[in-house]
């Protein structure tokens, strides 16, 4: 009795005396051998430099970091708030290999991190790594595009996905460094660098000062493909070119919507291939359509460094003969229109833009021209509105962009065929509360839709329609079609029915920023008010934290398997490029 | 709601009616804009809600607007905004609801001092009523 007393007396003050700091990289970093990254070390109180002590394995930090810490003794947050001393050594690189266990202190404070640094096997497993991300992807999509896609009879289906056929790897985990849940930032960050970070957050870990740009850095793909190869880079995505998936590919910044830094930043990596919307950010303020805040040009700049610039599926077409190995592809000033208004409906803004290339075009220009670097390439492809149609539960707009998708995966796999050293993986950032539960029947007496809902062997199957072969349903609005819920909403009006007049809104903000239904859509037929299970400050259903599936197919994919933290994933990439090889 | 006063109703602006041409590479005033700059005329649209209490304006939407919870910075809005600066303040209208606004037509690249929002079209000195 005694001796446990005393026991938890000396934990008791262990816990009482010393505050934690912050030291970033967290604990359980892994870095890649070589590679650059940031250090910093926040005090909770304003501490003297002399009284700062940090040592590695032991060691003095300088024997191991090479160089001396920068000291800020009062670090400032949002109005004046003193946030206490940190020190920050920038751009430092380890090349040994090993497990590292940083411990700082000054006064009272005290915060041990062990780091693995990782090197990677002395010759490649591959030249080429193509890594397509459905943003948001999440089981039921797949589902819910095969049947929609390639139909159903008696309970089997009547043809496979080109998804369905790369195997299946690994469950990834996809929590955030601040929250169990998570968003395209964090999440293709995960992916891009091998370090988890904040939501919100892009190849930064995220530090307390209110400067979005000065967060202690971690390095991305593109960088360390800069620095050890002479691969090139392909950026394709249906988004902004400078939305969080793409931007995590060449970006560093705690807040994603730093979007107009988000261009200067791929202009300074310089992907070969670089393909989507976005173009606002890239026009000078003065230009009508910009949403640049100075008078940079990034097109002029672009273009002045050699890159074919195109601005629509003709001018993709002429730009894929360039001979100057680059190529802008910008066909939107914002978000691409998706494949249901692009191809079929004509709504969305197809009227103003109304010659956008889609997914498949756009990856096959990409692979034509980054595979004629005899080095190999790294190409990030995005099938980004399978998200952005999934918030606003705009069901057929996100299975249609999931069949699109998924036919660019046909593509890339054509290409493999004839290109055996790439390795292909094919995975989510980000779940969705996204279920396929059974069908809605027009059919169905009454005119109440929920008794349409058909649930269990009353939900028989959906009447899609695909006459002219090309894996698109040839109308979405069928009697008999895929009911499809998500688990979680804000206030909005159900109508159980396609939106045909263009992608839905489900809710808009009031007064008091709170989010109410939409009334655009009270006076569809059957239309039925849904109170929102979500706090009222969410516009649109949210991310999930349900694991994502990875799948690969090529040499090195066996390195995927089992539970793997969504920063892992990173490591087998550059393991299959060896980036950081190891030295015997 | 009181009405305006029985003057000659001021020329109507519509969404539609903002560009002559939109782009990839920008956006083209269209002509009526042009003409119609520096004169008083009437738009109909959707109010969204102040960006900051202290803001002096609002923006004008053509459909009721909600954005997307990571990236609901002043940049996320479309093109085809107006911003409204009000000479006297007023009550701000439920989102459901069509306003209309008459104000004086500016157009070309304006960042606002307070809030660093930059806006293309504006109309200026302006009130509003629900429809």
Known sequence: MRKMLLALAATTMLTGAAQAATVYPLDRATILAGSPFDFKVEFKENVKPEDVKITVNGQDYKAVFGSDVTFTEAEVGKDDKKLGSAVTLRKLMIAAPGEYTVEASAGDEKKAVTWTVYATPAEPKVKNVIFMLGDGLSVAHRTAARIMSKHMTEGKADGRLNLDDVDLRAFIGTSATDSIATDSANTMSAYMTGHKTAVNAIGVYADRTPDSLDDPRVENIAEALRRTTKKSIGIVTGAEVEDATPAAVVSHTRRRADKADIVGMLYDVKPEVLLGGGSAYFLPKETPGSKRKDDKDFVAMFKDAGYALATDKNELEAASGTNTGKILGLFHTGNMDVTLDRDFLKKGTVDKFPNQPGLVEMTKVALGELSKNQDGFFLMVEGASVDKMSHPMDWERAIVETIEFDKTIGLVREFIKTHPDTLLVVTGDHTHGISLIGTIDDEKPGDDMREKVGVYEKAGFPNYKDENGDGYPDSVDVSRRLAIFANNFPDYYETFRPKLDGPFQPSVQNEKKEYVANEAYKDVPGAVLRIGNLPRSSDTAVHAVDDVVLQAVGPGADEFKGYMEQSDVYRVLVDAMALAPAKN | ?131
């Open chain 2, 1 to 131: 709601m009181t009405s305006r006063p029985a003057l000659a109703a001021p020329p109507m602006l519509t969404f539609d009616e903002l560009y002559g041409s939109v782009g990839v590479l920008g956006l083209k005033f269209s002509d009526k804009v042009k003409a119609l700059a520096g004169q008083t005329v009437a738009m109909r649209g959707f109010m969204a809600p102040p960006l900051k209490a202290e803001a002096s304006f609002f923006v004008l939407t053509e459909i009721p607007m909600s954005l997307c919870p990571f990236c609901s910075s002043d940049a996320d809005w479309p093109d085809n905004i107006v911003v409204v600066y009000l000479d006297a303040k007023q009550t701000f209208v439920q989102p459901n609801t069509t306003i209309e606004v008459v104000g004086t037509l500016e157009y070309g690249s304006w960042t606002d001092p307070e809030t660093g929002f930059v806006s293309l079209l504006r109309l200026r000195g302006a009130d509003f009523e629900a429809v």
